[in-house]
């Protein structure tokens, strides 16, 4: 047994105590939201450098990127969510880069790799720090992603599987804490978001809280943006970091969805209206973006399982200046499928121009596409006027 799993396996007793660490996801109450502690994230990132390899980073640049991270989740979780990281020395890993590299393809990754790199980093700094401390590690890379293989990528819970509960321990023992992210030097924030969020929303009955948002099975025919990655953005395109990471490198990436703010326990519950069957509401809907807007998003539920989400987008804020549109966003979410595979995704896209492609016309919005339907279910979304950022919209339901 590789030493990455020394130790036992946990279950019932793991399950519990890691089933109240990632309670966040379920959909709270407001009383049980409000109560909630400020959600502290805190990260200890390796830095980790190779035999022959320079690392090329100053590490006042890494701190820095983590410092925009930590800015990214403020405004994400209307200050709720913060992240603080301690940075350590560069270790170097007792083998050259080649031995770590691997595929560009999620799917293709040899995983002993990913095992082994972990391992060493965590072996390597078990000296000089006290793991106990942190909620979540880091392995950065001093190295760049056509030398590795990938940007970036989720050790735990990702490439690692999340099935069952792993005990990760160092060499003397220490037990290293929730998940574990691992970065090449050119990581831009919205891979630094991306993988760490997958690590923040653990796992729950046996699922990934936060799931990749991207088509795994045409992630692995486009891995990289030069053979046509956007092809795998058949969910939620450009709209959402766990979808798309970035737009591109020289701007911040886009903010996330409802959807991803519901599973990662940062959108109060008093701030979404619920359409029940039988109800026609007309409601005001605020930007996404702005903790003041009074409705941050329609939950339209339809069975125990599935349920449409509706948010309104604004080129505005920090992050979602570089979306590829504004307007009113349909969700159509199914809580029983855990990945996006094969096609199948938790939350997709209704697209509002099917012409545009990447989804980047998907938004509803007026003049030229106001209106949703959704016939079989008689449901009928309708953008009905622009009252400066906010959008008031009519919500028929028949059924």
Known sequence: MKPFFRGVLFFAAAALFFSILTASPAMLSADEWSVLSPDRKTGLVVLTRFPGLDPRIAKEEISRRFRRLDHYVKD????????????????????????????????????????????????????????????????????????YGMIGLCGYP???????????????????????AIFTSQAHLGTLFHDCAHVWGGVKDGRRVVPCLYDHDLQERYPTRDTGWEHALINLGYWD?????????????????????????????????????????EILLGPLSEKSSAVLAVKIPLTEHTYYLVENRRKAGSFDIALPGEGILVMYCDDRIAECRHGKAPVKLMNADPGIPFLRGAAFRLPDRPVFTDRDKGIEITVIEQEGPSARIRIRREK
């Open 76 to 147: 994400m979780s209307y200050g709720k969510a913060s992240v603080e990281v301690d940075l350590t020395d560069w270790y170097e890993m007792p083998l050259p880069l080649s031995r770590y590299a691997i595929s560009p393809s999620n799917l293709k990754v040899d995983k002993s790799r990913v095992t082994d790199l972990i391992q060493h980093a965590i072996d390597a700094a078990d000296r000089d720090h006290d793991f106990s401390r942190y909620s979540f590690l880091v392995v950065f890379l001093g190295a760049r992603f056509k030398e």
């Open 158 to 180: 990702g490439m690692l599987g999340w099935s069952r509960t792993l005990e990760l321990r160092t060499k003397s023992g220490q037990i290293v804490p929730g998940g574990v």
């Open 241 to 281: 970091p766990m979808s798309c990471h970035m737009i591109s490198f020289d701007l911040p990436p886009p903010g996330i969805s409802s959807w991803t703010k519901i599973r990662l326990g940062w959108l109060n519950p008093e701030k979404m209206r619920l359409i029940n069957p039988g109800e026609s509401p």
